[in-house]
Protein backbone atom coordinates (compact mmCIF):
# COMPACT_ATOMS: atom_id res chain seq x y z
CA UNK A 1 0.00 0.00 0.00
CA UNK A 2 0.86 3.76 -0.45
CA UNK A 3 2.65 5.37 2.41
CA UNK A 4 0.81 7.65 4.54
CA UNK A 5 3.75 10.26 5.78
CA UNK A 6 5.20 13.01 3.56
CA UNK A 7 8.41 10.54 3.40
CA UNK A 8 8.61 8.18 1.26
CA UNK A 9 9.97 4.73 1.36
CA UNK A 10 13.17 3.92 -0.93
CA UNK A 11 14.98 0.14 -1.36
CA UNK A 12 18.06 -0.24 -3.32
CA UNK A 13 21.17 -2.27 -2.79
CA UNK A 14 24.47 -1.91 -0.56
CA UNK A 15 26.64 -2.28 -3.44
CA UNK A 16 28.79 0.93 -4.32
CA UNK A 17 27.33 2.11 -7.57
CA UNK A 18 23.81 2.55 -5.23
CA UNK A 19 25.62 3.94 -2.49
CA UNK A 20 27.37 6.65 -4.35
CA UNK A 21 24.43 7.68 -6.52
CA UNK A 22 21.77 8.21 -4.13
CA UNK A 23 24.22 9.36 -0.70
CA UNK A 24 23.14 13.32 -1.60
CA UNK A 25 19.65 12.57 -1.84
CA UNK A 26 19.27 10.17 1.24
CA UNK A 27 21.79 12.89 3.19
CA UNK A 28 19.68 15.77 2.31
CA UNK A 29 22.05 17.04 0.61
CA UNK A 30 19.60 17.74 -2.32
CA UNK A 31 17.80 21.22 -2.29
CA UNK A 32 14.04 20.76 -2.28
CA UNK A 33 14.13 16.80 -3.31
CA UNK A 34 11.63 14.80 -1.08
CA UNK A 35 12.47 13.09 1.84
CA UNK A 36 13.06 9.64 1.58
CA UNK A 37 13.31 6.66 4.30
CA UNK A 38 15.91 3.99 2.87
CA UNK A 39 16.31 0.07 3.12
CA UNK A 40 19.41 -1.40 1.65
CA UNK A 41 18.72 -4.61 0.83
CA UNK A 42 20.16 -7.22 -2.00
CA UNK A 43 18.65 -7.23 -5.27
CA UNK A 44 16.63 -10.36 -4.91
CA UNK A 45 14.79 -8.71 -1.71
CA UNK A 46 14.10 -5.50 -3.29
CA UNK A 47 12.79 -7.63 -6.31
CA UNK A 48 10.27 -9.34 -4.09
CA UNK A 49 9.56 -5.87 -2.26
CA UNK A 50 8.29 -4.63 -5.74
CA UNK A 51 6.42 -7.09 -6.37
CA UNK A 52 4.55 -6.84 -2.98
CA UNK A 53 4.12 -2.93 -3.88
CA UNK A 54 5.58 -2.50 0.19
CA UNK A 55 7.22 0.86 -0.63
CA UNK A 56 7.30 3.58 -3.14
CA UNK A 57 10.42 3.67 -5.25
CA UNK A 58 12.97 0.33 -5.45
CA UNK A 59 15.83 -0.64 -7.74
CA UNK A 60 15.02 -3.47 -9.02
CA UNK A 61 16.21 -5.67 -12.02
CA UNK A 62 15.15 -5.35 -15.73
CA UNK A 63 14.05 -8.99 -15.52
CA UNK A 64 11.69 -7.90 -12.72
CA UNK A 65 9.76 -4.75 -14.11
CA UNK A 66 7.13 -6.58 -16.54
CA UNK A 67 5.69 -8.22 -13.39
CA UNK A 68 5.80 -4.77 -11.06
CA UNK A 69 4.46 -2.49 -14.22
CA UNK A 70 1.14 -2.30 -13.10
CA UNK A 71 1.77 -0.08 -10.11
CA UNK A 72 5.15 1.39 -10.79
CA UNK A 73 6.45 3.01 -13.52
CA UNK A 74 10.20 2.97 -14.60
CA UNK A 75 12.29 6.71 -14.26
CA UNK A 76 14.49 7.77 -16.87
CA UNK A 77 17.66 7.69 -14.58
CA UNK A 78 19.41 6.07 -11.76
CA UNK A 79 19.86 2.65 -12.61
CA UNK A 80 22.30 0.77 -13.95
CA UNK A 81 23.01 0.31 -17.86
CA UNK A 82 26.34 -0.20 -19.36
CA UNK A 83 29.11 -1.52 -21.73
CA UNK A 84 31.08 -4.13 -20.69
CA UNK A 85 29.32 -4.43 -17.37
CA UNK A 86 27.21 -7.44 -17.84
CA UNK A 87 27.12 -10.85 -15.48
CA UNK A 88 29.54 -13.34 -15.90
CA UNK A 89 29.22 -16.90 -15.72
CA UNK A 90 31.98 -18.89 -13.61
CA UNK A 91 32.39 -22.64 -13.20
CA UNK A 92 36.04 -23.96 -11.21
CA UNK A 93 37.07 -25.54 -14.31
CA UNK A 94 37.53 -24.82 -17.55
CA UNK A 95 34.51 -26.68 -18.95
CA UNK A 96 32.80 -25.47 -21.78
CA UNK A 97 28.99 -24.66 -22.57
CA UNK A 98 28.47 -28.06 -22.70
CA UNK A 99 28.98 -28.95 -19.30
CA UNK A 100 26.30 -27.00 -18.07
CA UNK A 101 23.49 -29.77 -19.01
CA UNK A 102 22.20 -30.72 -16.15
CA UNK A 103 24.15 -28.81 -14.28
CA UNK A 104 23.30 -26.67 -10.88
CA UNK A 105 24.03 -22.59 -11.14
CA UNK A 106 23.35 -20.55 -8.66
CA UNK A 107 21.72 -17.25 -9.83
CA UNK A 108 21.60 -13.69 -7.43
CA UNK A 109 17.79 -13.78 -8.28
CA UNK A 110 15.65 -15.77 -10.91
CA UNK A 111 13.76 -12.30 -11.63
CA UNK A 112 17.16 -10.80 -12.32
CA UNK A 113 18.69 -9.57 -15.45
CA UNK A 114 22.01 -11.75 -15.80
CA UNK A 115 19.44 -14.45 -15.58
CA UNK A 116 17.56 -13.59 -17.90
CA UNK A 117 20.80 -12.57 -20.16
CA UNK A 118 21.97 -16.35 -19.15
CA UNK A 119 18.67 -17.58 -20.60
CA UNK A 120 18.77 -16.15 -23.59
CA UNK A 121 22.50 -17.07 -24.26
CA UNK A 122 21.60 -20.69 -23.36
CA UNK A 123 19.29 -20.99 -25.96
CA UNK A 124 21.19 -20.20 -28.80
CA UNK A 125 24.70 -21.87 -26.91
CA UNK A 126 24.17 -25.02 -24.94
CA UNK A 127 21.28 -26.77 -27.25
CA UNK A 128 18.87 -28.88 -25.01
CA UNK A 129 20.19 -27.06 -21.57
CA UNK A 130 18.32 -27.92 -18.90
CA UNK A 131 19.38 -27.08 -14.91
CA UNK A 132 18.58 -27.01 -11.53
CA UNK A 133 19.29 -23.06 -10.13
CA UNK A 134 19.93 -22.09 -7.07
CA UNK A 135 18.93 -18.43 -5.66
CA UNK A 136 21.80 -17.38 -3.82
CA UNK A 137 22.92 -13.78 -2.44
CA UNK A 138 25.98 -12.49 -4.89
CA UNK A 139 28.45 -12.27 -2.66
CA UNK A 140 27.62 -15.93 -1.56
CA UNK A 141 28.12 -17.43 -5.79
CA UNK A 142 31.43 -17.26 -5.86
CA UNK A 143 32.76 -19.54 -2.70
CA UNK A 144 30.31 -22.07 -3.26
CA UNK A 145 31.26 -21.81 -7.25
CA UNK A 146 34.91 -22.30 -6.01
CA UNK A 147 34.15 -25.26 -2.80
CA UNK A 148 31.92 -27.07 -5.61
CA UNK A 149 28.77 -26.66 -3.65
CA UNK A 150 27.70 -25.77 -7.18
CA UNK A 151 28.65 -26.56 -10.82
CA UNK A 152 28.77 -22.94 -12.40
CA UNK A 153 27.25 -19.12 -10.91
CA UNK A 154 25.97 -16.22 -12.27
CA UNK A 155 27.97 -13.01 -10.91
CA UNK A 156 27.18 -9.49 -11.13
CA UNK A 157 28.79 -6.36 -10.32
CA UNK A 158 32.62 -6.15 -8.66
CA UNK A 159 32.76 -10.25 -9.07
CA UNK A 160 34.36 -9.26 -12.64
CA UNK A 161 37.15 -7.65 -10.70
CA UNK A 162 37.29 -10.61 -7.87
CA UNK A 163 36.98 -13.87 -9.40
CA UNK A 164 40.34 -14.87 -10.08
CA UNK A 165 41.25 -14.36 -6.13
CA UNK A 166 38.69 -17.66 -6.22
CA UNK A 167 40.03 -19.59 -9.00
CA UNK A 168 37.58 -19.00 -11.00
CA UNK A 169 37.53 -18.96 -14.81
CA UNK A 170 34.96 -17.25 -16.90
CA UNK A 171 32.60 -19.67 -19.33
CA UNK A 172 30.64 -16.55 -20.95
CA UNK A 173 30.30 -12.81 -20.56
CA UNK A 174 26.65 -12.49 -20.74
CA UNK A 175 26.96 -8.78 -21.33
CA UNK A 176 29.50 -9.45 -24.34
CA UNK A 177 27.52 -11.91 -25.83
CA UNK A 178 24.73 -9.31 -25.95
CA UNK A 179 26.56 -6.42 -27.06
CA UNK A 180 28.04 -8.68 -29.90
CA UNK A 181 24.37 -9.81 -30.45
CA UNK A 182 22.42 -5.99 -29.97
CA UNK A 183 24.92 -3.40 -30.39
CA UNK A 184 23.23 -2.41 -27.54
CA UNK A 185 24.11 -1.53 -23.91
CA UNK A 186 23.56 -4.13 -21.55
CA UNK A 187 20.50 -3.18 -19.53
CA UNK A 188 20.73 -4.16 -15.39
CA UNK A 189 18.93 -2.53 -12.88
CA UNK A 190 15.97 0.01 -12.68
CA UNK A 191 14.55 2.52 -10.63
CA UNK A 192 10.70 2.50 -10.60
CA UNK A 193 8.55 4.59 -8.34
CA UNK A 194 4.63 3.94 -7.79
CA UNK A 195 2.29 5.26 -10.65
CA UNK A 196 -0.20 6.81 -7.66
CA UNK A 197 2.19 9.28 -6.90
CA UNK A 198 1.23 11.27 -10.11
CA UNK A 199 3.23 12.84 -12.30
CA UNK A 200 4.41 15.99 -10.73
CA UNK A 201 5.70 13.71 -7.55
CA UNK A 202 7.38 11.46 -10.53
CA UNK A 203 8.80 13.78 -12.30
CA UNK A 204 10.22 15.71 -8.77
CA UNK A 205 11.70 11.88 -7.85
CA UNK A 206 13.81 12.22 -11.56
CA UNK A 207 14.97 16.01 -10.74
CA UNK A 208 16.31 14.72 -7.34
CA UNK A 209 17.49 11.56 -8.78
CA UNK A 210 19.39 13.21 -11.34
CA UNK A 211 20.89 15.85 -8.56
CA UNK A 212 22.01 13.35 -6.80
CA UNK A 213 23.73 11.87 -9.63
CA UNK A 214 25.63 15.15 -10.40
CA UNK A 215 27.06 16.00 -6.67
CA UNK A 216 27.98 12.27 -6.48
CA UNK A 217 30.30 13.20 -9.92
CA UNK A 218 31.30 17.02 -8.38
CA UNK A 219 31.77 15.58 -4.57
CA UNK A 220 33.36 12.15 -4.77
CA UNK A 221 35.16 12.18 -1.69
CA UNK A 222 31.79 13.29 0.35
CA UNK A 223 30.21 9.46 -0.02
CA UNK A 224 33.74 8.13 0.54
CA UNK A 225 33.39 6.88 3.83
CA UNK A 226 29.57 5.98 3.43
CA UNK A 227 29.87 3.95 0.37
CA UNK A 228 32.86 2.14 2.10
CA UNK A 229 31.07 1.14 4.94
CA UNK A 230 28.75 -0.75 2.92
CA UNK A 231 30.91 -2.36 0.68
CA UNK A 232 31.39 -5.87 2.28
CA UNK A 233 34.51 -5.70 2.91
CA UNK A 234 35.48 -5.00 -0.97
CA UNK A 235 38.87 -3.16 -1.54
CA UNK A 236 39.05 0.62 -2.01
CA UNK A 237 40.67 -0.04 -5.43
CA UNK A 238 37.73 -2.38 -6.26
CA UNK A 239 34.88 0.12 -5.56
CA UNK A 240 36.59 2.34 -7.63
CA UNK A 241 36.56 0.40 -10.50
CA UNK A 242 33.11 -0.46 -9.71
CA UNK A 243 31.40 3.00 -9.53
CA UNK A 244 33.25 3.60 -12.32
CA UNK A 245 32.16 1.08 -14.73
CA UNK A 246 28.43 1.22 -13.23
CA UNK A 247 27.71 4.83 -12.83
CA UNK A 248 27.54 6.49 -15.98
CA UNK A 249 25.81 8.97 -19.22
CA UNK A 250 22.88 6.02 -18.70
CA UNK A 251 22.57 6.65 -14.65
CA UNK A 252 22.16 10.28 -15.10
CA UNK A 253 19.30 9.87 -18.29
CA UNK A 254 18.50 6.34 -19.88
CA UNK A 255 18.42 8.59 -23.43
CA UNK A 256 17.50 6.74 -26.65
CA UNK A 257 19.81 4.23 -26.62
CA UNK A 258 19.20 3.20 -23.27
CA UNK A 259 15.10 2.80 -23.78
CA UNK A 260 16.47 0.75 -26.80
CA UNK A 261 18.12 -1.83 -24.77
CA UNK A 262 15.64 -2.00 -22.32
CA UNK A 263 12.80 -2.64 -24.96
CA UNK A 264 15.12 -4.93 -27.14
CA UNK A 265 15.42 -6.96 -23.46
CA UNK A 266 12.04 -7.07 -22.44
CA UNK A 267 10.59 -7.59 -26.52
CA UNK A 268 13.17 -10.34 -26.97
CA UNK A 269 12.64 -12.09 -23.33
CA UNK A 270 8.67 -12.45 -24.10
CA UNK A 271 9.34 -13.82 -27.71
CA UNK A 272 11.37 -16.61 -25.66
CA UNK A 273 8.37 -17.04 -23.33
CA UNK A 274 10.49 -16.01 -20.97
CA UNK A 275 8.71 -12.77 -19.61
CA UNK A 276 5.40 -10.99 -20.09
CA UNK A 277 4.92 -9.16 -23.04
CA UNK A 278 5.07 -5.39 -22.16
CA UNK A 279 3.50 -2.94 -24.32
CA UNK A 280 5.37 -0.10 -25.01
CA UNK A 281 3.17 2.88 -23.77
CA UNK A 282 3.93 0.63 -19.98
CA UNK A 283 7.88 2.09 -20.74
CA UNK A 284 6.31 6.05 -20.84
CA UNK A 285 7.55 8.80 -18.21
CA UNK A 286 5.26 10.39 -16.64
CA UNK A 287 3.04 7.46 -17.62
CA UNK A 288 -0.14 8.64 -19.09
CA UNK A 289 -2.32 7.47 -16.88
CA UNK A 290 -2.72 6.89 -12.77
CA UNK A 291 -3.20 3.76 -11.19
CA UNK A 292 -6.47 2.54 -10.08
Known sequence: MPTTTDRLTMAYSPCPNDTFVFHAWSHGLVPGAPEIDVTLADIDITNGLAEREELDILKISYGALPHVLDHYALLPCGGALGRGCGPLLLRNDQAGPDSLVGATIAVPST???????????AARAVPGY???????????????????RVDAGLVIHEARFTYH???????ADMGEEWEKDTGLPIPLGAIVARRSLGAQQLNALADALRSSVRYAWNAPEASRDHVLRHAQEMAPSVVDQHIELYVNTFTADLGESGYAAVRALLD??????????????ALDFPPARQER
Open 130 to 148: TGEVVVMPFHEIMPAVRDG
Open 165 to 171: QYGLHCL
Open 268 to 281: RSADAGLLPAVAPA
Open 111 to 121: HSTAYLLFRLW
